[in-house]
């Protein structure tokens, strides 16, 4: 929904370099993996830069300087309020399903004041198993009280992708552009812009 993978590879960063850590960017300028849940990320940290120190405690720094960007830098991406609105006019039920914590969530939601679109909001705190894990998905068909075969996701996200798709649902793919060279193959259509997704689509996305 927002352009936040900046915003996590600062924070990252941040928390890191707090403890004597100079990560080395990859390929498309980030440091951590998009579509993960922090806990995984930090997994990949501690083994990449062989340091000790307690996820929980990594976890709360990120997410304070994560939180502290979020209030000076939320931007829906294009095409995203015009969708919401065309989605609540056809009386689509809408769920944010979403690994971050509910704190940053609200805040996001809030800041963009689109709050009043979603009839459930399941965060990853909220779930045993993170992405590719279909745990968050189907958490959210539950909350939607809707057969998950009857959902589409929009993603960015391979993780995201699968764990849709590990869900039985349909998936549509809107990778942003720190990860649009990985393969989206698994999902049902990939696009470039949420601008580019209508009533007809979700509809074409939806047929066996």
Request: glycine share 4%; with cysteine; net charge negative.
């Amino acid at each position: 929904m927002v352009d936040t993978e900046h915003l996590h590879h600062q924070s990252f960063k941040a928390t890191l370099e707090k403890r004597g850590i100079n990560p080395i960017p990859n390929e498309q300028g980030i440091i951590h993996v998009s579509g993960i849940s922090s806990e995984d990320n930090w997994k990949n940290f501690k083994k990449q830069y062989n340091f000790e120190a307690d996820s929980a405690d990594l976890s709360r720094d990120k997410h304070e300087f994560h939180l502290q960007l979020l209030k000076e830098n939320v931007t829906a991406m294009p095409g995203l309020l015009k969708l919401l609105e065309k989605l609540k006019a056809n009386h689509i039920k809408m769920a944010i399903a979403s690994s971050s914590v509910r704190q940053q969530i609200d805040l996001i939601t809030s800041k963009l004041e689109i709050s009043d679109f979603f009839d459930a909001v399941i965060s990853g705190e909220d779930i045993k198993n993170g992405k590719p894990a279909p745990d968050i998905f189907l958490s959210a068909a539950k909350a939607l009280q809707v057969d998950p075969k009857e959902c589409v996701v929009l993603e960015d996200a391979t993780s995201g992708v699968s764990a849709g798709k590990a869900a039985g649902m349909r998936v549509i793919a809107v990778p942003n552009e720190f990860n649009k060279h990985e393969d989206f193959k698994d999902a049902d259509i990939v696009l470039d812009s949420l601008e580019k997704v209508d009533m007809n689509l979700l509809a074409l996305t939806m047929t066996p």
